[in-house]
């Protein structure tokens, strides 16, 4: 069984600054890693695919990263709207998943 | 506009049974795999169960093999989650999901907005 383990678990920034929020699988899931959003109330949305890809009508400002078993998500600049929580999901032995437990970025 | 509707959630007592639905439209159902997922109050996400576009080929978690139940009706356009013997750790808000994206492997590009399972005596 594959574990993702997300950090930190909360991220207090303001508007304007950089987050960098990481997700860590027990073993490699090569590229086939995904971040998702999830505002309270709401389902998830899919952000990033394939590690790297943006998905449709995605800011540029979500940028992912990393390979293998280290992965990183990247919000360049916060808007308000981008306080949430982030969630990371692997699908290396697809059709199953799993999920990190989640990064919530909070408003300092 | 692809949209996910599920129902059939409530209040069942362990040990009960319930049905949910999801209702799909806005695209072709019959030629997507889906998924449900759940999320216990306050907590992360949880895979529960992949079924194929055809029916084919069926997934549980550990959490939930024996005592759940995947299925779907392409005719319908609809997803099921029959679920028995229910567990107080079952209550969460149960999403279904379509499976799409990605150039080596699905992941989830729209969801439903969930329907609430609550298991209590």
């Known amino acids: 069984e594959i574990v993702l383990t997300q950090s930190p678990a909360t991220l207090s920034l303001s508007p304007g600054e950089r987050a960098t929020l990481s997700c860590r699988a027990s073993q490699s899931v090569s590229s086939y890693l995904a971040w998702y959003q999830q505002k309270p109330g709401q389902a998830p949305r899919l952000l990033i695919y394939?590690?790297?890809n943006r998905a449709t009508g995605i800011p540029a400002r979500f940028s992912g990263s990393g390979s293998g078993t280290d992965f990183t998500l990247t919000i360049s600049s916060l808007e308000p709207e981008d306080f949430a929580v982030y969630y990371c999901q692997q699908r290396s032995n697809w059709p199953r998943s799993a999920f990190g437990g989640g990064t919530k970025v909070e408003i300092k | 506009e692809v949209q996910l509707v599920e129902s059939g959630g409530g209040l069942v007592q362990p040990g009960g049974s319930l049905r949910l639905s999801c209702a799909a439209s806005?695209?072709?159902?019959?030629?997507?795999?889906m998924n449900w997922v759940r999320q216990a109050p306050g907590k992360g996400l949880e895979w529960v169960s992949y079924?194929?576009?055809?029916?084919?080929?069926?997934y549980y978690a550990d959490s939930v093999k024996g005592r759940f139940t995947i299925s779907r009706d392409n005719a319908k356009n609809s997803l099921y989650l029959q679920m028995n013997s229910l567990r107080d750790e079952d209550t969460a808000v149960y999403y279904c999901?379509?499976?799409?994206?990605?150039?080596?492997?699905?992941?989830?590009?729209?969801w439903g907005q969930g329907t609430l399972v609550t298991v209590s005596s």
């Open positions: 999901a379509r499976e799409d994206y990605g150039d080596y492997v699905p992941y989830f590009d729209y």
């Open positions: 394939d590690a790297s």
């Open positions: 806005g695209f072709t159902f019959s030629s997507y795999s």
């Open positions: 079924i194929s576009s055809s029916s084919s080929t069926i």
